[in-house]
């Protein structure tokens, strides 16, 4: 069992940045091959955000949110972050880290293929 705790969450006005962290706080990470953060806002269904190979670091964005999120990694302190800018009201969400066994998880970002979950941090995003 891998734990994975989310932080950084907050508000922000539109335009603005946030940076989220995930930490694998606690369990066997050796065999995730995938970190993502998924989102689901009020009223949506989830959504996967982006994804990152732990191995190598290639990247995979949604649309909705290249040129604007970056996605990073330090393995050797087993943490995951979201740098956030350009924030847009349609980014408010509760944003969730997730962990994968396998890099297809990662290129489609369908959640259902991550095996691990954080508990969810809130982005608010004002006008």
């Known amino acids: 069992q891998v734990q994975l705790v989310e932080s950084g969450g907050g508000s922000a006005q539109a335009g603005g940045s946030l940076r989220l962290s995930c930490e694998a706080a606690s369990g066997y990470t050796f065999n995730i091959n995938c970190m993502g953060w998924f989102r689901q806002g009020p009223g949506k269904e989830r959504e996967g955000v982006v994804g990152?190979?732990?191995?190598?670091?290639?990247?995979y964005y949604a649309d909705s949110v290249k040129g604007r999120f970056t996605i990073s990694r330090d393995n050797a302190k087993k943490m995951v972050y979201l740098q956030m800018n350009s924030l847009k009201l349609e980014d408010a969400a509760i944003y969730y880290c997730a962990a994968a066994w396998n890099d297809h998880a990662c290129r489609a970002l369908d959640g259902s293929e991550f095996v691990y979950w954080g508990q969810g941090t809130q982005v608010t995003v004002s006008s």
């Open positions: 990152i190979l732990t191995g190598g670091g290639s990247t």
